[in-house]
């Protein structure tokens, strides 16, 4: 089974680069908005403002930096992955690996806690020389996690069980429910607002 994880890696570890590179991708354009807009406050603003353009100036090279830092440990974490998953191998019956635990329509959900969530949005679902199992790898929801930025996991599809609104756990209604509210309500109207702020003030100076 050593031979089918090593197999499996090998042939998978384009399409799970491809999946870190995304991730990366998205880190950058949220960065170079930041830094265009933390440039516009500090060049056409005074006071407070100017303040708080060299604040978002700080906050945006520092997310430029540890993007730069990401992209250096692709390579390691996935090995990390492939390590832990022959580990396993050795440890546990490896038939029914429970990977994966709940779906919803956005997320899948790794562990029991639910802290570890795996954003279905780019996973990519492939078929494992293992009978039976796939290989799903996906990114952490967690844009800027410093931890574990795409997971990578071996389970049984037909295993994974769908969020039951009526019966499931309250921690993973609690992530799920925070999860959207972030993902569809917090983030477009940050997005929004650093928008209009910056529309405004050019808008000014005409």
């Known amino acids: 089974m050593k031979d089918h994880v090593l197999a499996d890696f090998e042939k998978y570890q384009h399409s799970i680069k491809q999946i870190y590179f995304q991730r990366l991708q998205k880190q950058l354009i949220i960065v170079s908005s930041g830094l265009v807009a933390s ?77 570890e969530t795996m954003s279905k949005k780019g996973s990519r679902t492939m078929p494992s020389m293992m009978r039976g199992l796939s290989l799903i790898a996906g990114s952490n929801q967690k844009l800027w996690s410093m931890e574990q930025q795409v997971y990578v996991v071996y389970c049984d599809t037909v295993n994974i069980r769908p969020v039951d609104l009526g019966k499931a756990n309250s921690k993973v209604l609690q992530t799920m429910k925070w999860q959207k509210v972030k993902n569809k309500v917090i983030r477009p109207l940050i997005s929004l607002a650093i928008a209009a702020l910056v529309i405004w003030y050019l808008l000014s100076w005409f």
Request: proline share 1%.
């Open 39 to 115: 440039f516009l406050l500090v060049l056409l603003t005074t006071g407070g403002l100017k303040v708080l353009g060299f604040a978002l100036l700080v906050a945006s090279l520092s997310g430029l930096v540890f993007t730069l830092l990401n992209y250096q440990k692709i390579t390691s974490e996935i090995a990390e992955s492939q390590a832990y998953w022959l580990s396993q191998i050795e440890e546990q019956d490896f038939e029914s690996p429970d990977g994966i635990l709940y779906e919803d329509e956005d997320n899948y959900y790794l562990s029991q806690d639910q802290k």
